[in-house]
């Protein structure tokens, strides 16, 4: 049996998302920037999912752009804001992803910005009022913090965070990858400046995402070279993905109370399996809580001689899933995350990461593999 428990990571695309892109692989091969029928109906392929997403989103089709993914639309909101708006000072926490950290380090590098990191406790939950006191200090900041940590599950309260920015004068971006066709967003109803999207986490296909806008932000250009994307991205559009990603994206939307009762249902049950069978497990950030990201589980281990091979044996029996740890070494680069919460370095921590396509019969199987290991 082989079984997939890395959702986090990317999903399987779904089988009616894969028959959606077909037709723009084969029969509509029009580039999109061409004024006659077969550009015609390309341009109109893409305006319809622009259209789809922005309805599902509550906003309009005008503040959404395509990207290739969740890292150039986080890169475009954070790069774009900051040198555009002459921005003094960035405010973010150590647990970010590296799309938006990284980014956001090459520009205080780079003496564009000051760059502020919030302190986090062990389960991974930011300071607050640090983050009060420093708007106070500089009203203008650019705030970037993801609404869910995509190793620990935290999930964190932008849309009050982001109201507190606004209303001091600043910039909020939030980086919802993890959420994006997970949980509900209206953004008629948030201060939320910038918010993104990545297909291939919602059942959707690779390289292509998007960027939501405030209907009052306005940014530069970021990719030139043509005027696709009403002048924000240049470069001929990724059409069958788009096509694609409205699909996935409407699927995800429409069936998501069915999918999370089942995936819940999953996290739950593998919870339960390993607390009863391994002594001295435990989880990282808030992953086992009731309040967290209901798709990742994040599995701490008692120390072991089993854990030094964990992930390995793992995938020798067919279960794929993610994991590191709160140090580094030669051959592992080691998780920001878990060394920013104050892991221990000692035990072996692995991300199980949940889909609409996993089954109780794989979680238990993977669960009673693990209480094998550990009973060595």
Known sequence: MKIYLD???TTKIDSRVAEAMMPYLTEHFGNPSSLHSFGRDSRSAIEKARKKISALLGTQPANLFFTSGGTEADNQAIISTIVAHKIPRAISSPLEHHAVLQTLEQLHKNGQVELKLLEVDKQGNFNQAQLSNWMEEVPQSFVSLMQANNEIGNIYPVEEIAAEVKDRGGFFHSDTVQTTGRLRHDLAQWKTDFMVGSAHKFHGPKGIGFLALRQDVKIPAYIYGGSQER?????TENLMSIVGMAEAFE????????????????KNRMKELIVAGIPGVGFNGRSAESDSMYTILNVSFPESESGEMLLFNL??????ASGGSACSSGSEIGSHVLRGIGANPARASVRFSFSKFNTMEEVEHTAALLCRLYSK
């Not at 069936?255 to 999370?260: K, M, S």
């Not at 995938?315 to 794929?320: K, L, Q």
Request: proline share 0%; charged share 25%; net charge negative.
């Open 7 to 9: 959702n986090a990571a």
């Open 231 to 235: 002048n924000m991205r240049g470069g």
């Open 251 to 266: 699927i995800s939307i429409t069936e998501l109370d069915t999918n999370r009762k089942h995936i819940e249902g999953l």
């Open 315 to 320: 995938d020798i029996n067919g279960v794929a």
